[in-house]
């Protein structure tokens, strides 16, 4: 299995006060229980990051950090706008681009997040392309043919030399924040099928992380009967605790202790 990659997204909770304690928590349970066979990220807000990253360098912890958007533009008049350049500068090490909440909430088309992911990567910025359906096109059984599309839409023609700075995420959209989990089985079936469909592109060996109601009891299972390579995590990333026992559980599967 590839290296287990877990990253916590705030979303729009904690300001810079409450994101820094959080960061300092978990510096401090990675510091005591070592998590050397995982990639952990965390993802703050914007008004965070600048705070967040002086504690993880000040602090040397473990983590990288990442943003939860970005423009497709590099520089100019787009009020509102955070530009890929000016997050490297604060030592962003990851963008997602896509998520469920920026598609469904401001409009963010697939072309528009091909255009993101191309000005993510080509500043040597690790993106982590989110896909993802609905609980209707589950329903009507169109959820492989609709994943399909995403990923080609954002990944064909994508240049050789950016293929390693791309991670999937697989969120199915009824499961975020609902409580709701896909089944394993689920999971598993749809994870291989975004592995085939990044094959037949030449990602083959991209990451593919699940992301959906992700908690600390459920995390092994994904992970081992779901087949994923870690997750993107929403709510359960606000508390040290349970983030991290999330990475746990990637890290003791890795490392065959379960």
């Not at 993802?43 to 497709?72: C, K, L, N, Y």
């Not at 293929?163 to 994870?191: C, F, K, N, S």
């Not at 459920?218 to 508390?239: P, Q, T």
Request: charged content about 20%; proline content about 2%; overall charge negative.
């Amino acid at each position: 299995m590839n290296r287990p990659l877990v990253i916590g997204n705030w979303k729009m909770n904690l300001d810079y006060v409450e994101a820094v304690h959080l960061t300092q928590q978990i510096g401090v349970i990675v510091k005591n229980k070592p998590l050397e066979h995982v990639d952990l990220v965390v993802v703050p807000p914007f008004v965070d990051i600048r705070s967040v990253t002086s504690v993880v360098e000040s602090e040397r912890i473990a983590v990288d950090v990442g943003a939860q958007h970005a423009s497709v533009h590099d520089a100019g008049a787009h009020t509102g706008e955070i530009s890929v350049s000016m997050l490297q500068r604060l030592n962003v090490k990851w963008i997602l681009v896509g998520h469920s909440e920026r598609r469904a909430m401001y409009a963010m088309t697939d072309e528009v997040v091909a255009q993101t992911l191309r000005a993510v990567v080509r500043q040597g910025v690790h993106a982590v392309l989110c896909v993802g359906e609905e609980l209707d096109v589950r329903r009507d059984d169109g959820h492989l043919d609709f994943v399909t599309a995403q990923l080609h839409a954002a990944l064909e023609g994508l240049d050789e030399k950016w293929r390693p700075l791309v991670t999937i995420a697989y969120e199915p959209v009824w499961a975020i924040g609902t409580g709701l989990t896909a089944t394993t089985e689920q999971v598993r079936d749809m994870t291989e099928h975004i592995r085939a469909v990044a094959a037949s592109l030449s990602l083959g060996e991209a990451r593919v992380l699940y992301g959906g109601s992700v908690n600390a009891d459920n995390a092994a299972s994904l992970i081992s009967e779901g087949r994923v390579d870690g997750f993107l995590v929403g709510g359960a990333s606000l508390k040290a605790d349970s983030f991290l026992a999330i990475g746990q559980a990637a890290h003791d599967c890795y490392a065959g202790k379960r």
